[in-house]
Structure formats: C-alpha cells, structure tokens
C-alpha cells in the first residue's frame, strides 16, 4: 500500500496557481513513488515515537525532492561544475556546460556563435537569442562577428576567447563588460525588446540612485559554432 503525505510549511507551496510553484513543477524531472516501510496502522499510531518518526521521514523526503527540482547540474561533458572566474576579463564568472573538442579562436578569426541573452534585472528576463532568427527555410542563424574588433560587449568577446569549438558556456557579465552604448552588438532585432533592455540598463533614475552596479549585468549561454579564420 503506498501512502503518501504532502506537508507545505510556504505559503508559496499552499497556492496551486502560484508562479514560483508552477515554475518548479516545469522544471521538475519526474520522480518515483515514496513508499513508506510501515503499515498504516504504525502511521495512523497517536504514540510519540511513532509521531516523531514520521515527521522525520516528512523533512527527509522534502529536502530531497525540493533539492531535485531546483538543482540542475551540467552535461557530465563539462569541465567544470562551478562557474569561475575567466582571466583578464574584468570580472566575467563562467560555466561551461558542455566541453568543446574543436579549435580555439585568437583575435581577428571571425567566430559564429549562438546565444541566449538575459537581463538579470528583470528576473532573468531573455532579451533577445539567435535562435529566434530564422532564414527563408526556418534554421537558425548565428551571430557571426570579428573577435578582437570592439564591436561586441567585452564580456562575450572575453568568453568566446577561450573557448573550444561544439562547445556552450553559461557566462555573468558585469555592467563594466557589458552594454556601454546603444550600438554594441548583439543588438536585439525586435523593436520592443532593444527598447526595453536599453532603458532598463541606462535608466537615469536608477542609475542616480546607485543601481548601475546591477542594472546592467547579463547572462549568455554562448554555444561556438565554429571559426573562420
């Protein structure tokens, strides 16, 4: 017999409609049934110790399956497990959450990337990513630039860098190596997306008011397609 008790101390948890929960159940790998070894006469027991070994077996079972749901490790491919700091970037963090097994580019190769970029101010909100810009039979086209121009925010030219080709990094770019104007590339296509990424980053208000240390940083996933050189 498989008996099952759900206890929720958050009133996030109480709320079936809430955003945070829905959010954990999208991202939540399907889990096997909890069965417990006692017979439901010992679970149904007002006794003490019979008391005390079921809140036990509740707390352990909760803390397994909320650490299931909001862990995701990297691909068993990568060579790191824990973001770290990229040399000489000026404070760029980095993730590789797959390792590449192809060349590396220097300055002056022109590199093919694609990326999904977010906004960690707006909760993560993604701005903008290649893999919405479609060509005439629907494939995704990739961000081709010049490594080394200046074209492009100084935190993805720093992670492109080092990278190998087939390979995708998660990297945390401050403001100071990020969007310094509105003409740096990636620039978002769509009108309403470049307006609103470009007014949060350089909104005078906040800035005025101490936020431009947080306002303007930037999570890309950046996956090397390849190298021209």
């Given at each position: 017999?498989?008996?099952?008790?759900?206890?929720?101390?958050s009133?996030?948890?109480?709320?079936?409609?809430?955003?945070?929960l829905h959010?954990?159940?999208?991202r939540?790998?399907?889990?096997?049934?909890i069965i417990?070894?006692?017979?439901?006469?010992t679970?149904?027991s007002?006794s003490?110790?019979?008391?005390?070994?079921?809140?036990t077996?509740?707390?352990?079972?909760?803390?397994?399956?909320?650490?299931?749901?909001?862990?995701?490790?990297?691909?068993?491919?990568?060579?790191n497990?824990?973001?770290?700091?990229?040399?000489?970037s000026?404070?760029?963090?980095?993730l590789?959450?797959?390792?590449?097994?192809?060349?590396t580019?220097?300055?002056?190769?022109?590199v093919?990337?694609?990326?999904?970029?977010?906004?960690?101010?707006?909760?993560?909100?993604?701005?903008?990513?290649?893999?919405?810009?479609?060509?005439?039979?629907?494939?995704?086209?990739?961000?081709?630039?010049t490594?080394g121009?200046g074209?492009?925010i100084?935190?993805?030219?720093?992670?492109?860098?080092?990278?190998?080709?087939?390979?995708?990094?998660?990297?945390?770019?401050?403001?100071?190596?990020?969007?310094?104007n509105?003409?740096?590339?990636?620039?978002?296509?769509?009108?309403?997306?470049?307006?609103?990424?470009?007014?949060?980053?350089?909104?005078?208000?906040?800035?005025?008011?101490?936020?431009?240390?947080?306002?303007?940083t930037?999570?890309?996933d950046?996956?090397?397609?390849?190298?021209?050189?």
């Open positions: 017999m498989v008996v099952v008790h759900c206890h929720a101390s009133p996030y948890l109480r709320d079936p409609h809430h955003t945070a959010y954990l159940l999208r939540a790998p399907p889990s096997p049934p417990y070894a006692t017979s439901p006469q679970l149904s007002s003490p110790s019979a008391a005390s070994t079921r809140r077996l509740l707390v352990s079972i909760a803390t397994t399956s909320f650490s299931s749901l909001i862990l995701s490790p990297p691909s068993k491919s990568a060579t497990t824990e973001f770290f700091d990229l040399p000489n000026g404070g760029v963090k980095a590789d959450l797959r390792a590449g097994t192809g060349a580019p220097v300055d002056g190769d022109q093919a990337i694609h990326y999904y970029g977010r906004l960690a101010a707006k909760q993560g909100w993604r701005f903008d990513s290649t893999y919405d810009h479609k060509d005439s039979t629907g494939e995704p086209i990739p961000f081709v630039f490594l121009s074209k492009v100084s935190g993805i030219e720093s992670a492109v860098r080092s990278m190998q080709v087939g390979g995708t990094r998660r990297v945390i770019i401050p403001p100071s190596q990020g969007y310094q509105t003409s740096q590339e990636p620039i978002p296509p769509n009108f309403f997306d470049r307006q609103r990424l470009f007014t949060t980053i350089f909104n005078p208000t906040r800035l005025g008011n101490g936020e431009g240390s947080t306002l303007g930037l999570i890309f950046i996956e090397l397609i390849s190298i021209r050189h």
